[in-house]
């Protein structure tokens, strides 16, 4: 079955280490997305890519950074950078972006938590 | 620029209707509706595109006013697999292509 991929569930990270958190969809989708949730919000769009090798910030890019080397992967690198890195983080795509025409599929989410 | 929703909380008893509101201060291309459980991944219902139109899906349907840059999410006869928070995303008519989320409402519905 076809889908997206988030690895780890969970995570745990000591403060000024820089972590990556996967993402994989096998879906054949063009665009890649990169959100943010912490409790009780909404969700809030760090980066996002359109193609295979260019990707453009979000709302709340500082501190993160990403690739998009293959259509299938967009992992996202949370820098020490980043000041309050503890959230969920949901990995989506979509068949192409066509100003919002596709719906979006989600992967289960990474939990990072910086200890 | 957020879309806001309200109300933020409902809470109902199985077999009751509810509504949710999303709102826009700029024109919309299109409104996104999701529902997120607990603990997991927002799970997609339905696109609106500009234009005024209405879709359904099952007992949930959804409308969007292009006048008002607003869109209305209905669940009729609510069921328990209804609970949840649901989040409506826009994109802004010639704007950057990406969905921006609003604040979410979370539905919680008693036996």
């Known amino acids: 079955d076809g889908g997206i991929t988030q690895s780890p569930k969970y995570l745990f990270r000591k403060e000024g280490q820089n972590v990556t958190l996967s993402c994989e969809q096998n879906?054949?989708?063009?665009?890649m997305y990169w959100y943010r949730q912490d409790p009780g919000q909404g969700l809030r769009l760090i980066y996002y890519?359109?193609?295979?090798?260019?990707?453009q910030k979000g709302d709340i890019a500082e501190g993160y950074s990403v690739s998009r080397e293959k259509k299938e992967s967009f992992p996202l690198t949370v820098t020490s950078a980043q000041k309050n890195p503890t959230a969920f983080y949901l990995c989506?795509?979509?068949?192409?972006?066509?100003?919002?025409?596709?719906?979006?599929?989600f992967g289960s989410g990474t939990r990072l938590t910086v200890v | 620029q957020q879309p806001v929703q309200s109300p933020q909380a409902v809470i109902l008893r199985e077999g009751e209707d509810a509504v949710i509101n999303c709102s826009s201060s700029?024109?919309?291309?299109?409104v996104h509706w999701y529902r997120q459980k607990h603990g997991e991944a927002p799970v997609f219902l339905m696109i609106?595109?500009?234009?005024?139109e209405q879709k359904g899906h099952e007992k949930i349907s959804a409308s969007f006013n292009e006048k008002k840059q607003q869109s209305s999410l209905y669940l009729t006869a609510s069921q328990l697999s209804y609970s949840g928070t649901y989040f409506c995303?826009?994109?802004?008519?010639?704007?950057?292509?990406?969905?921006?989320f609003g604040q979410g409402t979370r539905l919680t519905i008693n036996p």
């Open positions: 989506a795509s979509s068949r192409g972006t066509g100003e919002g025409l596709y719906g979006y599929t």
């Open positions: 879906l054949n989708h063009d665009a």
């Open positions: 890519s359109q193609i295979v090798n260019d990707f």
């Open positions: 700029k024109a919309l291309y299109s």
């Open positions: 609106l595109l500009k234009g005024g």
């Open positions: 995303g826009t994109v802004l008519l010639g704007g950057a292509q990406k969905l921006v």
